[in-house]
């Protein structure tokens, strides 16, 4: 069974960190890209960040462009997503998913078409 389950959210004072996990089952981990989308209420799901399935390039949507790191640990499965200088408006729910690196492309690393499996998601809240 393909399973993504999200762990570290919490709450957090503006300008602090959080390192969420995303921890991985039930597939062969190499092959996939792994994502991390939000949603805020109200709002739409956008795109964070992404690392590619085959070389690990990683991807960041502009408004978290030098705060957050994208890494994963291939020996246990799991992708991170370190997030520092933390803002109001990274309050919502963090979503890990995960699409086969076959229909990966770094030109559209956040469209949400053609993953295979989401996690729960972990709230993020980051008060002013």
């Known amino acids: 069974e393909v399973q993504l389950v999200e762990s570290g959210g919490g709450l957090v004072q503006a300008g602090g960190s959080l390192r969420l996990s995303c921890a991985a089952s039930?597939?062969?981990?190499?092959?996939?890209?792994i994502c991390w989308f939000r949603q805020a209420p109200g709002k739409e799901r956008e795109g964070v960040s992404c690392?590619?399935?085959?070389?690990?390039?990683?991807y960041y949507a502009d408004s978290v462009k030098g705060r957050f790191t994208i890494s994963s640990d291939n020996a246990k499965n799991t992708v991170y997503l370190q997030m520092n200088s933390l803002k109001p408006e990274d309050t919502a729910v963090y979503y890990c998913?995960?699409?086969?690196?076959?229909?990966?492309?770094?030109?559209?690393?956040?469209?949400?078409?053609?993953?295979?499996?989401w996690g729960q998601g972990t709230q993020v809240t980051v008060s002013s």
């Open positions: 998913a995960s699409k086969h690196k076959g229909l990966f492309f770094g030109t559209s690393w956040d469209d949400t078409e053609f993953f295979n499996s």
């Open positions: 039930g597939f062969i981990f190499d092959d996939y890209a």
């Open positions: 690392i590619s399935g085959s070389d690990r390039s990683t």
